[in-house]
């Protein structure tokens, strides 16, 4: 069984993955792990699909290969085995073409400035200047793909 976690960042999808492979438990694939950069969502929204998800329904190994965010460089490559449950959590997981190979999808929401004000905290030393490029993709992409009206669950992470 495959489980994408999608939606913006910031909203929460990192820590709902980690908490829910720990209690399932279950392999984690974070695709913050897989993006080559600030400008690869479609890229790596593809790889992901080729490269992880595919082999993995074949009960065969997938891999993808660690980017260095500091480096700016690919750092290693990462096997995949398969396992009776695999969590691949962040943007670009739930795409149209990774729905042929997950079985359940949640999108995580939260306003924008809260989303915003998480990622500072989390990331600011990578993710400041990025954000308005890094968003720009994202609502291109769920527009496009239509995530959050194909999701199996939305969970909403607002502070209010």
Known sequence: ???????????????????????I???LVAMEDI???WDSLEDTSRRVVDDVLTPLSGNQPGGF?????????IAEHVAVTPAPFIIVEGVGSGTAAAA????????VEAPEDQRFER??????????????QWAKQER???AREQTRSRA?????????
């Open 119 to 132: 990622a500072m905290r989390r990331s600011v030393d990578t993710y400041e200047g990025h954000w308005d």
């Open 100 to 107: 042929d190979f997950t079985s359940f999808l949640i999108w």
């Open 152 to 160: 199996d669950l939305i969970i909403s992470t607002s502070n209010d």
């Open 35 to 37: 993006y080559h950069g």
């Open 65 to 73: 290969d660690l980017w260095d965010w500091e480096k700016g460089i």
């Open 1 to 23: 069984m495959i489980i994408a976690i999608d939606g913006p960042s910031g909203g929460g999808k990192s820590t709902l993955g980690s908490q829910l492979a720990k209690l």
């Open 25 to 27: 438990p279950a392999t």
């Open 140 to 142: 291109e992409q769920f």
